[in-house]
Antibody
C-alpha cells in the first residue's frame, strides 16, 4: 500500500524549534518530488516547501525562508521539515505529500501532524 | 505569484444535482491545475490533475476542464459522500505552488 506517515508534531513555545518526519512506503521514494503543505485551523491549504528527487533543489514559501529546512533521506525513505523560530502563525496541521510524476498535483498525502505554537 | 480565485465560496445543492465549481488564475497557467476534495478531519484527496486527468480511483462523475486562466470542476450527479470542500492548485509558475481558497459544497 502506498502510504505516507508523519510524526513529530506537538506543542511548542514561540521561538522554539520542531522537526517533523514523514516515512514513505509502497513506492520508490527516490523517484518523486516531495512537499510539505499546511493548514491552519479552519483555514485553507498552504504550500510550505518542496524538494527534488535528489535533494539538490529546495523551494520554500516566503514566510518560512531561512526558518524552515526541508530534507530527505532516500535510503531511509524519509522526508523531514526542520522548523526554527516558530511563531503563532505557524500553528497548523502539516501534511507531507507526493507530487504526481510528470504532472501537476499532489497525489499521495499523509494523515497530517498538528503543530501548535503557543506559550 | 499566481493567485487562484475560486467561486462560489459555498454551493448549496441536493443529491443528484450537478455541481459546477470555478477556479480562475491571475495569469495563464496552461493546464497545470489540480483539484482536491477535503472532508473534515481528513487529508485532501487528489481528484483531477493537469486540468482534466482523473486521478486513480476517482469516479467518472468528477470531470475537469479549462486551460489558461479559467477552469471548472464538474460533479455530474452529487452523491452523499461528495459534500465537502474543494480546492484548486496550480503548478505552472513556481515557486510558490498556490491553492485557491476553497469552495464548500453543502447539503441544501
Amino acid at each position: 500500500e502506498v502510504q505516507l506517515v508523519e510524526s513529530g508534531g506537538g506543542l511548542v513555545q514561540p521561538g522554539g524549534s520542531l522537526r517533523l518526519s514523514c516515512v514513505a512506503s509502497g513506492f520508490t521514494f527516490s523517484d518523486f518530488w516531495m512537499s510539505w503543505v499546511r493548514q491552519a485551523p479552519g483555514e485553507g491549504l498552504e504550500w510550505v516547501a518542496t524538494i527534488k528527487q535528489d535533494g539538490n533543489e529546495k523551494y520554500y514559501v516566503d514566510s518560512v525562508k531561512g526558518l524552515f529546512t526541508i530534507s530527505r533521506d532516500n535510503a531511509e525513505n524519509s522526508l523531514s521539515l526542520h522548523m526554527n523560530s516558530l511563531r503563532a502563525e505557524d500553528t497548523a496541521v502539516y501534511y507531507c505529500a507526493r507530487e504526481v510524476r510528470d504532472g501537476s498535483g499532489f497525489d499521495i498525502w499523509g494523515q497530517g501532524t498538528m503543530v501548535t505554537v503557543s506559550s | 505569484e499566481i493567485v487562484l480565485t475560486q467561486s462560489p465560496a459555498t454551493l448549496s445543492l441536493s443529491p443528484g444535482e450537478r455541481a459546477t465549481l470555478s477556479c480562475r488564475a491571475s495569469q495563464s497557467i496552461s493546464i497545470y491545475l489540480a483539484w482536491y476534495q477535503q472532508k473534515p478531519g481528513q487529508a485532501p484527496r487528489l481528484l483531477i490533475y493537469d486540468a482534466f486527468k482523473r486521478a486513480t480511483g476517482i469516479p467518472a462523475r468528477f470531470s475537469g476542464s479549462g486551460s489558461g486562466t479559467d477552469f471548472t470542476l464538474t460533479i455530474s450527479s452529487l452523491e452523499p459522500e461528495d459534500f465537502a470542500v474543494y480546492y484548486c492548485q496550480q503548478r505552472s509558475n513556481w515557486p510558490p505552488w498556490t491553492f485557491g481558497q476553497g469552495t464548500k459544497v453543502e447539503l441544501k
